[in-house]
């Protein structure tokens, strides 16, 4: 399949509207329509999910040829598959002769795709191999070469395939920036990085999609208030009383971390003595792989999450996807994570805890999701709908730390993650292409690695 006609252009056209009258970073709030208005949400699939790296799949999701998810890239659904050639592709997963869905499964493998409606047949790299009755074709009617769906550009970091429909979107690492830095104390804190255990959770909840990710991208506080009676529950007494000392936000191009630095906060939370004897065995290790710093860093009580819309909780094991369904729906995807070395019995301890505490059923995750569902409710009222929302927290703790890279403010209680996840929102909502979008952070890592 030709390249140039698969990585065409978007057209991104620019928005009618200053999105930063939307967002003030100084003072602290942000415009409750964001979070509910049709129009803004419609220039968020062009801006944000069109232009963006998002995340598709890990490669122990497809270890073999012919292995495939099927996913979404905003509200494009895709095909991620393994080739023949070994490499993953991602394309639509949306007929080029009718626009069909092409494949209804979540996962599975396969030598080829074939279209329920004409049986047009595709290979698992996106390439039209044939259709019935092509006899009813006059030469000439149709250059298969030319008839595959749409494919995105696809990089990959450290097991992680990520996929872009943006030709111009600046190169995956790049994107990264130094949130490599943060993200490698969660895929590369041991020998043989990570995998994802087998298993996707899918549940929906009536909220908007930024709720969501904005809560792992650095809403500690709300932890000690929403999540006591899980909490007590789960550790048999309520959350440590909070000390700001040593605890930070860290945010690099939009993507934020939120973390303490006592090392075990959140494997405590797990429940399993074996996987806190697990860590503490490993601790020394990270340090000599990772450096002291972020070998307390790991498993600290911390969230995390990668603009747009990929987060994860490090020390419990969850990984989610936050895919949009509207302005006022959202469709959640979660896995568990491990270390790939980790002892089986390690495994299912660490899958067993993160399902008790975050899953639709878990004791932490309902109390969330009812939140998030009334946030998004509230603003069906026009006077509501038409109020700011306070973001002011932490506007005076920025610092300049000597190893902590990224914009960096003191005290995990705070809203600094959230401020500057909704400037690079607005970033990218005003600029016509990636050459508009501001830098706003020098990286300290650029073209090197992180360790």
């Not at 056209?13 to 939307?22: I, K, M, V």
């Not at 869905?101 to 396969?110: L, M, P, R, T, Y």
């Not at 939370?269 to 074996?274: A, D, N, R, V, Y």
Request: glycine share 10%; aromatic share 14%.
């Amino acid at each position: 399949s030709k390249p140039e006609l698969f990585l065409r252009k978007p057209k991104n056209r620019p928005g009618r509207d200053n999105y930063f009258r939307y967002v003030n970073v100084d003072a602290g709030w942000v415009d409750r329509r964001i979070f509910w208005d049709e129009a803004i949400y419609e220039r968020e699939l062009e801006a944000i999910f069109a232009r963006c790296w998002q995340f598709v799949a890990h490669d122990s999701q497809l270890p073999n040829i012919g292995d495939f998810v099927t996913t979404y890239i905003g509200e494009d659904g895709v095909i991620v598959s393994r080739h023949t050639d070994g490499k993953a592709y991602v394309y639509l997963n949306a007929c080029t002769h009718r626009g069909n869905k092409i494949c209804f499964a979540d996962e599975g493998n396969a030598r080829r795709f074939t279209c329920n409606y004409h049986g047009w047949a595709f290979s698992t790299a996106g390439e039209l191999l044939g259709l019935p009755s092509e006899n009813a074709y006059d030469p000439g009617d149709i250059d298969r070469t030319q008839w595959g769906p749409r494919r995105a550009r696809v990089e990959t970091y450290k097991g992680m395939i990520f996929a872009t429909f943006d030709p111009d979107a600046p190169g995956l690492e790049e994107y990264l920036g130094d949130y490599r830095w943060y993200l490698d104390a969660f895929l590369d804190n041991d020998e043989g990085g990570i995998e994802f255990l087998p298993g996707t959770i899918k549940s929906y909840a009536n909220a908007n999609w930024k709720f969501g990710v904005e809560n792992f991208i650095g809403d500690a506080y709300h932890a000690w208030w929403t999540h006591d009676a899980g909490g007590r529950a789960m550790m048999g007494g309520p959350f440590p009383a909070y000390d700001p000392k040593d605890t930070y936000h860290a945010s690099v191009n939009g993507h934020g971390w939120e973390f303490a630095l006592e090392g075990f906060g959140d494997i405590a939370i797990l429940g399993s003595q074996e996987v806190t004897d697990y860590y503490a065995a490993l601790k020394p290790k990270i340090a000599a792989r990772l450096g002291e710093l972020r070998a307390r860093l790991f498993g600290s009580l911390a969230s995390a999450a990668m603009f747009p819309n990929m987060t994860f909780l490090p020390g419990i094991h969850t990984f989610r996807m936050w895919l949009p369904r509207g302005p006022r729906k959202l469709e959640l995807r979660i896995w568990t994570v491990v270390n790939k070395n980790a002892p089986e019995s390690v495994k299912q301890a660490i899958n067993i805890g993160c399902n008790m505490t975050f899953n639709p059923a878990g004791t932490l995750e309902m109390d969330d999701g009812e939140n998030w569902e009334g946030n998004t409710r509230t603003n069906r009222g026009w006077v509501s709908r038409h109020e700011k929302l306070h973001y002011g927290c932490g506007k005076s703790r920025q610092i300049e730390h000597p190893e902590l890279p990224g914009i960096v403010h003191e005290g995990q209680f705070n809203d600094a993650n959230q401020r500057l996840f909704y400037q690079r929102w607005a970033d990218l909502m005003n600029a016509k292409s990636w050459s508009d979008v501001p830098q706003r952070y020098a990286p300290r890592y650029a073209g090197r690695p992180t360790r």
